[in-house]
């Protein structure tokens, strides 16, 4: 083989490796959701100018009209890229959102446990304190094991609705852990969809200009969202979309911190302290 024969072999086996790779990127391209539809529109133009070449003997991308509209044809691609991570990044601000709203909604009941927790501090003082204080006082046994039986009455009664207290207080704290079950799902929830959004701004900022511009337009829309809830009271809160992770950790937060009083409350009434009056009032009004 000549050097002439080795040069033309040379370049035809650098003309392969350079349109495999190109192929290859357009794989790749096709695989990234963030380039998806600009790389698809590529792999079709592609393939048609493939096969209309073959079908005519010559290559379509020599032709002027390609060259010149070659830009184009890529500017397009890029508005594609960017209006489906626009699209993408409004989706995932908008699950931020109403993960962030659905934790703020959960921590408006907490009012409701506050209540019921105040209310069995309140029948424990009314209703089974005085019975104990009574029991003693009449020289009876509190515990249920050593019963006097001249007390019985009084004494099973009282028995009777110390352990309906308990119950109650282990209903309202397994309902509280329940609750903050529910506050975590939805503080995971925004905090991976913020990361998606994260992710999709980082791909529009780096999309070119028509990338820069959909990212612009997506801080607009954020902003707008905001300005909404501020001039609308009872439309949600504000830090739901200025910091979507950041309010439903808050919400997250508050519910663990009246859910772990709600728990010392709740070992408190189900210790032997409970048949002591003047010691579990004492215990229970410090939490």
Not at 115 to 143: C, E
Not at 195 to 219: I, P, T, V
Not at 234 to 258: F, H, K, M, T
């Amino acid at each position: 083989m000549s050097v002439s024969q080795d040069a033309a072999y040379a370049w035809s086996l650098f003309k392969h490796v350079k349109r495999v790779r190109a192929y290859e990127k357009l794989v790749q391209d096709s695989v990234d959701e963030d380039t998806r539809p600009g790389a698809l529109m590529n792999l079709g133009i592609e393939a048609m100018l493939e096969i209309a070449g073959k079908a005519l003997g010559t290559s379509l991308t020599s032709h002027p009209y390609f060259a010149c509209h070659k830009a184009h044809l890529e500017a397009l691609a890029q508005a594609l890229n960017a209006s489906s991570n626009l699209d993408s990044a409004r989706q995932a601000l908008s699950s931020a959102i109403r993960s962030a709203d659905a934790a703020g909604a959960l921590t408006g009941t907490l009012a409701d446990y506050r209540t019921r927790n105040n209310g069995l501090k309140v029948v424990y003082s009314f209703q089974i304190a005085g019975s104990l204080r009574m029991l003693q006082d009449r020289g009876g046994d509190p515990h249920l094991k050593e019963t006097v039986m001249t007390h019985g009455p009084l004494q099973a009664a009282t028995d009777r609705n110390i352990y309906e207290w308990q119950a109650l207080w282990c209903e309202l704290y397994l309902e509280s852990v329940q609750l903050l079950a529910m506050a975590q799902v939805e503080l995971r929830a925004a905090e991976a969809a913020m990361k998606n959004f994260d992710d999709k701004m980082k791909a529009l900022s780096s999309g070119g200009g028509m990338g820069a511009l959909g990212a612009a337009q997506m801080k607009k829309d954020r902003d707008f969202q905001w300005l909404d809830r501020a001039r609308a009271p009872g439309g949600g809160s504000e830090r739901a979309v200025l910091d979507p992770v950041g309010y439903a950790r808050d919400q997250a937060n508050a519910i663990q911190d009246l859910s772990d009083r709600l728990g010392e409350n709740c070992e408190a009434a189900m210790s032997d302290d409970v048949y002591r009056p003047d010691f579990i009032q004492h215990r229970l009004g410090s939490l």
